[in-house]
């Protein structure tokens, strides 16, 4: 072949890369700005792309932002139903954990949102796996892998069996950046109704009393008890903060006929609360 037909399919070729590389950013803005992958599922015809601040499960809440690139056509999906499974394998059994099965995400057209709460890991990151079941038109697709969890350097979250005989996990989730001040404490209950399953415990309260361990257990005025939310099915309080450092956030767990189910009053001889949540800032 003679140079001069050799020339014109160069530039063709280029042209018509960078050509669809054009309409991929007009059709499919980054919707994942300020995000960091986690790692990707992948079947033999979607790649599942997870996304976080950090780009690493940790124990405890995990806000999750994914899409869905067809491979055909490397578009992301923007019809899809979704829902996921976490799995802990350990030497006698499997469970699961708390979850909010991901939704298309508020404005977005390619990412859907959800949320996972890890109650436990192995010293390693190893022992979960996750499987995500979707469909689009119509179709049912599944795509599962290993994922890496690590621990949360403080407790975010506790499971525990409360005195009703019912296990319970309790999961810090706001705020993510706590201020001086004020805080809009949020909270997530949850009922190990059997190793699969954790609906949301619904109409219970928790009482809220934040303590400095390291200077001499002071508290800090004006806060308030956490009440449940029936618009976002959490728990909410008021936390005051009255400066920075390592705050140890003691609660009680109360059902419906205000029993307590976990947790005890700090006194001078009770400096903590058998149920309490960490938090450093
Ligand atoms: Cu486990």
Redesign the pocket.
Same mark, same amino acid.
């Given at each position: 072949m003679k140079f001069k037909y050799i020339l014109p399919i160069i530039l063709l070729a280029l042209f018509s890369v960078s050509c669809s590389e054009d309409e991929n950013d007009d059709f499919q803005p980054n919707e994942i700005e300020g995000l960091t992958k986690i790692q990707e599922l992948s079947n033999d015809t979607h790649v599942i792309e997870l996304y976080n601040k950090s780009g690493m499960f940790y124990t405890g809440y995990n806000e999750v932002i994914l899409r869905i690139k067809n491979k055909s056509n490397n578009e992301f999906e923007e019809n899809a139903n979704l829902s996921w499974m976490p799995i802990?394998q #350990?030497p006698s059994m499997n469970?699961s954990c708390p979850k909010s099965n991901p939704v298309k995400a508020a404005g977005k057209n390619t990412v859907y949102q959800g949320f996972i709460i890890y109650? #436990?890991t192995n010293a390693d990151g190893s022992?979960w796996s996750l499987n995500i079941n979707y469909s689009i038109d119509g179709i049912d697709y599944v795509a599962s892998s290993d994922i890496v969890v690590l621990q949360n350097e403080l407790q975010n979250v506790s499971s525990f069996l409360g005195s009703d005989n019912t296990k319970y996990v309790v999961a810090f989730m706001e705020p993510s950046q706590p201020i001086i001040g004020i805080n809009d404490l949020v909270i997530g209950v949850y009922k190990m109704e059997t190793m699969m399953s954790f609906p949301i415990v619904e109409n219970y309260s928790l009482t809220l009393d934040p303590r400095m361990p390291g200077m001499g257990n002071h508290s800090s005025p004006n806060n308030t008890n956490l009440v449940y939310n029936l618009s976002d099915k959490m728990y909410h309080a008021n936390l005051s903060l009255t400066m920075t450092g390592y705050w140890v956030l003691n609660l009680k767990l109360l059902n419906t006929s205000e029993e307590v189910l976990k947790g005890e009053d700090i006194t001078e001889l009770n400096t903590q609360s058998s149920l309490y949540l960490e938090l450093e800032f």
């Open positions: 802990m #350990m469970h109650q #436990m022992g």
